[in-house]
Nanobody, 116 residues
Framework: QVQLVESGGGLVQPGGSLRLACGAV????????MGWYRQTPGKQRELVAR???????NYADFAVGRFTISGDNAKNTVYLQMNSLTTEDTGVYYC??????????WGQGTQVTVSS
Protein backbone atom coordinates (compact mmCIF):
# COMPACT_ATOMS: atom_id res chain seq x y z
CA GLN A 1 0.00 0.00 0.00
CA VAL A 2 1.38 3.37 -1.03
CA GLN A 3 1.55 6.07 1.58
CA LEU A 4 2.96 9.59 1.41
CA VAL A 5 4.09 10.86 4.79
CA GLU A 6 4.40 14.62 5.05
CA SER A 7 5.92 16.76 7.77
CA GLY A 8 7.18 20.25 8.41
CA GLY A 9 4.17 22.51 8.19
CA GLY A 10 3.30 25.01 10.85
CA LEU A 11 3.00 28.65 11.79
CA VAL A 12 5.67 31.13 10.77
CA GLN A 13 5.94 34.90 10.66
CA PRO A 14 6.16 36.76 7.36
CA GLY A 15 9.71 36.61 6.08
CA GLY A 16 10.33 33.34 7.84
CA SER A 17 11.18 29.89 6.56
CA LEU A 18 9.80 26.38 6.70
CA ARG A 19 11.04 23.06 5.37
CA LEU A 20 8.57 20.43 4.27
CA ALA A 21 9.44 16.77 3.85
CA CYS A 22 7.59 13.94 2.17
CA GLY A 23 8.50 10.28 2.15
CA ALA A 24 6.84 7.81 -0.19
CA VAL A 25 6.38 4.34 1.27
CA UNK A 26 5.32 1.22 -0.56
CA UNK A 27 6.13 2.32 -4.09
CA UNK A 28 7.55 -0.40 -6.30
CA UNK A 29 7.05 1.18 -9.73
CA UNK A 30 9.27 3.82 -11.26
CA UNK A 31 8.52 7.38 -10.16
CA UNK A 32 8.14 9.86 -13.00
CA UNK A 33 7.73 12.96 -10.86
CA MET A 34 7.59 13.86 -7.19
CA GLY A 35 6.83 17.22 -5.73
CA TRP A 36 4.55 19.64 -3.94
CA TYR A 37 1.25 21.30 -4.71
CA ARG A 38 -0.70 23.71 -2.59
CA GLN A 39 -4.21 24.99 -2.12
CA THR A 40 -4.51 28.51 -0.80
CA PRO A 41 -7.79 30.07 0.34
CA GLY A 42 -10.16 30.69 -2.54
CA LYS A 43 -7.92 29.08 -5.13
CA GLN A 44 -7.59 25.72 -6.80
CA ARG A 45 -4.76 23.37 -6.06
CA GLU A 46 -1.64 24.45 -7.91
CA LEU A 47 1.87 23.21 -8.54
CA VAL A 48 4.57 24.57 -6.26
CA ALA A 49 7.58 22.57 -7.45
CA ARG A 50 8.36 19.08 -8.66
CA UNK A 51 11.28 16.95 -9.71
CA UNK A 52 10.86 15.05 -12.97
CA UNK A 53 12.80 11.87 -13.75
CA UNK A 54 15.29 12.80 -11.02
CA UNK A 55 16.70 15.26 -13.51
CA UNK A 56 14.67 18.37 -14.15
CA UNK A 57 12.77 20.67 -11.82
CA ASN A 58 9.65 22.72 -12.39
CA TYR A 59 8.88 25.71 -10.19
CA ALA A 60 5.76 27.81 -10.12
CA ASP A 61 6.48 31.46 -10.81
CA PHE A 62 5.69 32.41 -7.22
CA ALA A 63 8.24 29.87 -5.97
CA VAL A 64 11.19 30.97 -8.07
CA GLY A 65 13.92 32.49 -5.95
CA ARG A 66 12.20 31.68 -2.66
CA PHE A 67 11.55 27.93 -2.64
CA THR A 68 13.96 25.10 -3.30
CA ILE A 69 12.97 21.50 -3.94
CA SER A 70 15.38 18.64 -3.43
CA GLY A 71 15.14 14.90 -3.25
CA ASP A 72 16.71 11.74 -1.92
CA ASN A 73 16.14 9.13 -4.61
CA ALA A 74 17.22 6.21 -2.47
CA LYS A 75 14.60 7.08 0.13
CA ASN A 76 11.85 8.26 -2.24
CA THR A 77 11.83 11.48 -0.27
CA VAL A 78 11.38 15.05 -1.42
CA TYR A 79 11.96 18.27 0.49
CA LEU A 80 10.72 21.79 -0.01
CA GLN A 81 12.68 24.61 1.56
CA MET A 82 10.52 27.72 1.68
CA ASN A 83 12.12 31.09 2.44
CA SER A 84 10.82 34.65 2.52
CA LEU A 85 7.31 33.42 3.20
CA THR A 86 4.41 35.81 2.86
CA THR A 87 0.81 35.65 4.00
CA GLU A 88 -0.12 34.66 0.45
CA ASP A 89 1.76 31.40 0.96
CA THR A 90 -0.72 30.34 3.62
CA GLY A 91 -2.50 27.15 2.65
CA VAL A 92 -2.40 23.38 2.64
CA TYR A 93 0.63 21.85 0.96
CA TYR A 94 0.28 18.41 -0.62
CA CYS A 95 2.96 15.97 -1.61
CA UNK A 96 2.39 14.28 -4.97
CA UNK A 97 3.94 11.28 -6.64
CA UNK A 98 3.29 10.49 -10.30
CA UNK A 99 4.38 7.06 -11.41
CA UNK A 100 5.71 6.32 -14.88
CA UNK A 101 2.66 4.12 -15.43
CA UNK A 102 0.47 7.16 -14.97
CA UNK A 103 -0.92 6.62 -11.48
CA UNK A 104 -0.75 9.50 -9.03
CA UNK A 105 -0.74 9.56 -5.25
CA TRP A 106 -1.37 12.42 -2.83
CA GLY A 107 -0.36 13.05 0.74
CA GLN A 108 -2.89 14.11 3.34
CA GLY A 109 -1.67 17.69 3.25
CA THR A 110 0.21 19.80 5.75
CA GLN A 111 -0.96 23.24 6.85
CA VAL A 112 1.35 26.21 6.36
CA THR A 113 0.24 29.41 8.04
CA VAL A 114 2.15 32.65 7.57
CA SER A 115 0.99 35.25 10.04
CA SER A 116 2.32 37.86 12.39
Amino acid sequence: QVQLVESGGGLVQPGGSLRLACGAVGIVARIYAMGWYRQTPGKQRELVARIINNASINYADFAVGRFTISGDNAKNTVYLQMNSLTTEDTGVYYCNVLLAVGRAYWGQGTQVTVSS
